[in-house]
C-alpha cells in the first residue's frame, strides 16, 4: 500500500503493488500470492521480499499504471527473505539491491536487468546488513555473535567482531562514514569506529554500548546528515522506539506504544519519523515531527507570497512577525497547534529529538 502523509487523511491510501497473483511461481509458494517478510524503500525503488524466496520491486518514479517486475531468489526449502537494502553501484550508479535470505545466500539484484549479479553464501543466514557511505564495505550480523565486516564486490569477510552475545538482527552505518551501530537479541546496541574496529591487540573495539529497554533490537537507523542533531532511532519488537543521541551516546528519548512495532524510517530528508504500531486497535502509522528543528525548513518556502524571513529563535512561528501576521493566514495555526501538540506527548531524558 502507499500513502502520502502530506495529504493526510483526505487521501486515501492506493495499492503500490498487487502481488496476489504473482508471475514468479515457486512450488512452496503460498496459495493466496505472495507472503511478504520483509520491505524497503530506498532511491526511488520499493522492493518486497517474501517467505518463499519471491521478490517484487517498483520504480515509485514510474507511472502509477506501470506494472511492477518479479522474481524468485532461491528455491531453497529455506528460503525466507530476511533482509533487503537498496543500494547504488559503485561502477555504474545504477539502483541495485542487496538480498539477505535463510539459506546462508547474500545476492545483489541488478535493478535495471531484474538479473542477480553477485552470490555469496555465507556459514550462516544473514538477518540485516548495511553498506558504508562509499559503497566500498558492509557491515552484515545474523544468526551467529559476531559482527561481519565485508568487501561488497566479493563478499570477502575482512573483519569479524566479538561484543555481542547473542544473535543479531539490526544494523546501520551512519552517512559520517566512520559510525556503525549492531543490535543484537541480547538487549545491547554496540556502536563502532570503522577507523579502528579493533585494539592494538585485535581485539574489538566498540566505543560506546548501549542497552535497550526490555528486549532486543529489530531495526537501527541514524538520521540522516542535514536533517539536525544527529541520532541513532532503535525499534525494539513491541511497545518501544529508543531516540538516542548520535553524538555521545549516553542520552535516549523514548517513544511508547501499545502493540508491536512493525517498523520505522525517516521521511522529508530526516526532520519526520514514521513509525508502523501493527495494534489491531491502537495502532497505525504513526508520524513525529522534529520539535524545534522541523519548523527550519519552512523557512523562506513563501517568500513569493510577502511572508516574513525571521529569527526563528526569536519567535514561536515560522515566518510570521507577529500574532496578528498569523491571524490574517490561518495555514499557520496548523504548524504551529501541531507541534505543541507533539511536545506534549514527547517527554524524554534527552529533550525533545
Known amino acids: 500500500m502507499h500513502w502520502n502523509p502530506l495529504d493526510g487523511t483526505q487521501s486515501p491510501k492506493s495499492i503500490a503493488m498487487n502481488l496476489r497473483n504473482p508471475i514468479a511461481l515457486v512450488p512452496h509458494g ?51 527473505t530476511n533482509h533487503l537494502e537498496v543500494q547504488l553501484s559503485r561502477t555504474s550508479y545504477s539502483p541495485q539491491v542487496a538480498m539477505a535470505s535463510n539459506d546462508n545466500g547474500f545476492r545483489i539484484l ?72 549492531t543490535g543484537n537479541q541480547d538487549q545491547q546496541i554496540l556502536i563502532w569506529d570503522a577507523r579502528q574496529w579493533t585494539t592494538a591487540s585485535g581485539r574489538a ?67 519526520d519519523l514514521i513509525v508502523a504500531n501493527c495494534d489491531s486497535m491502537r495502532g497505525g502509522l504513526m508520524e513525529f515531527e522534529r520539535c524545534g528543528l522541523a519548523q527550519r525548513s519552512f523557512h523562506d518556502l513563501q517568500a513569493e507570497k510577502g511572508r516574513y524571513d525571521v529569527d526563528i529563535d526569536a519567535t514561536r512561528y515560522d515566518w510570521c512577525m507577529d500574532e496578528q501576521a498569523l491571524d490574517s493566514d490561518k495555514e499557520g495555526w496548523g504548524t504551529i497547534v501541531s507541534r505543541r501538540g507533539k511536545t506534549t506527548f514527547l517527554g524524554s531524558d534527552m529533550g525533545h529529538f
Open 205 to 271: 573495539n566498540p566505543i560506546a554500548v548501549v542497552a535497550t529497554e526490555q528486549a532486543g533490537i529489530r531495526k537501527l537507523k541514524f538520521s540522516p546528515l542535514g536533517s539536525g542533531k544527529k541520532v541513532l532511532v532503535a525499534a525494539e519488537p513491541a511497545d518501544i522506539v529508543n531516540i538516542i543521541d548520535a553524538g555521545t551516546f549516553d542520552q535516549k528519548q523514548k517513544l511508547h506504544f501499545f502493540g508491536e512495532i512493525g517498523g520505522f524510517d525517516f521521511a522529508d530528508g530526516g526532520r
Open 110 to 181: 541488478d535493478v535495471a536487468t531484474n538479473k542477480l549479479v553477485a552470490n555469496h553464501t555465507f556459514e550462516y543466514a544473514i538477518n540485516c546488513s548495511a553498506i558504508s557511505s562509499d559503497s566500498r564495505l558492509r557491515v552484515m550480523v545474523g544468526d551467529r555473535k559476531e559482527v561481519l565486516i565485508c568487501r561488497t564486490d566479493t563478499g570477502e569477510v575482512l573483519q569479524s567482531l566479538e561484543g555481542h552475545t547473542d544473535y543479531g538482527f539490526a544494523c546501520d552505518w551512519a552517512d559520517d562514514g566512520w559510525t556503525v551501530a
Open 30 to 80: 503460498a496459495p493466496n500470492g505472495i507472503q511478504i517478510s520483509t520491505l524497503t524503500v530506498g532511491h526511488d525503488i520499493l522492493v518486497a521480499g517474501g517467505f518463499n524466496g519471491e521478490y517484487a520491486l517498483l520504480n515509485l518514479r514510474a507511472h502509477r499504471s506501470t506494472k511492477h517486475t518479479e522474481g524468485i531468489i532461491t528455491t531453497h526449502d529455506n528460503s525466507i
